[in-house]
T-cell receptor, first 111, second 113 residues
Framework: ELKVEQNPLFLSMQEGKNYTIYCNYS?????LYWYRQDPGKSLESLFV?????AVKQEGRLMASLDTKARLSTLHITAAVHDLSATYFC???????????FGKGTKLTVNP | EAQVTQNPRYLITVTGKKLTVTCSQN?????MSWYRQDPGLGLRQIYY???????DKGDVPEGYKVSRKEKRNFPLILESPSPNQTSLYFC????????????FGSGTRLTVV
């Protein structure tokens, strides 16, 4: 059974600081997704990571994937209030579209 | 506008009364799936479909049915809803197994009393 663990589940940080969210998964997978969800809203796709060593960046967010360690990271650089949201990673069971989500990291960026 | 449309957005129903939540996408996507989101449990996949007439169970399929008779539509059917199916439901679609994520609908908040 594929398990996906995110750490931390809650993160409160100051504007301008850096931090990293971790996503560990338990079995081999073809791809890893990162999504953002604002309160009361739907999910927005941020990144899709397809191979070992993949790194993608968008603005102040950078995601990376280490398939050997079964670990993905979402790094936040110089946080701003607009980044406050819940971030989810999701992993598929290889060869299928059966997706398992982490429980999410609720990020609050304080002025 | 490219989107995934779910209806209704809100629904309150009684135990045992069959209901259908519709999902339609206008992006010619191959893949579609349904999730439920519950506090403390995150999102859990109910069913997914990789093509017309091809559906498969996700992690929590019990009490739900789906069908994929047309590419654009993927309705979620609750034949006999129970209070433990009270949840926020999301439909999502994707072009396929490439470097793109899923597009999610706006969600359906279902309450079963």
């Amino acid at each position: 059974e594929l398990k996906v663990e995110q750490n931390p589940l809650f993160l409160s940080m100051q504007e301008g600081k850096n931090y990293t969210i971790y996503c560990n998964y338990s079995t081999t997978s073809d791809r890893l997704y990162w999504y953002r969800q604002d309160p009361g809203k739907s999910l927005e796709s941020l990144f899709v990571l397809l191979s070992n060593g993949a790194v993608k960046q968008e603005g102040r967010l950078m995601a990376s994937l280490d398939t050997k360690a079964r670990l993905s990271t979402l790094h936040i650089t110089a946080a701003v209030h607009d980044l406050s949201a819940t971030y989810f990673c999701a992993v598929d069971i290889g060869g299928s579209e059966k997706l398992v989500f982490g429980k999410g990291t609720k990020l609050t960026v304080n002025p | 506008e490219a989107q995934v449309t779910q209806n209704p957005r809100y629904l309150i129903t009684v135990t045992g009364k069959k209901l259908t939540v519709t999902c339609s996408q206008n992006m010619n996507h191959e893949y579609m799936s349904w999730y439920r989101q519950d506090p403390g449990l995150g999102l859990r996949q109910i069913y997914y479909s990789m093509n017309v007439e091809v559906t498969d169970k996700g992690d929590v399929p019990e009490g739900y049915k789906v069908s994929r008779k047309e590419k654009r539509n993927f309705p979620l059917i609750l034949e006999s809803p129970s209070p433990n199916q009270t949840s926020l439901y999301f439909c999502a679609s994707s072009l396929g197994r490439g470097p793109w994520g899923y597009t999610f609908g706006s969600g359906t908040r279902l309450t079963v009393v």
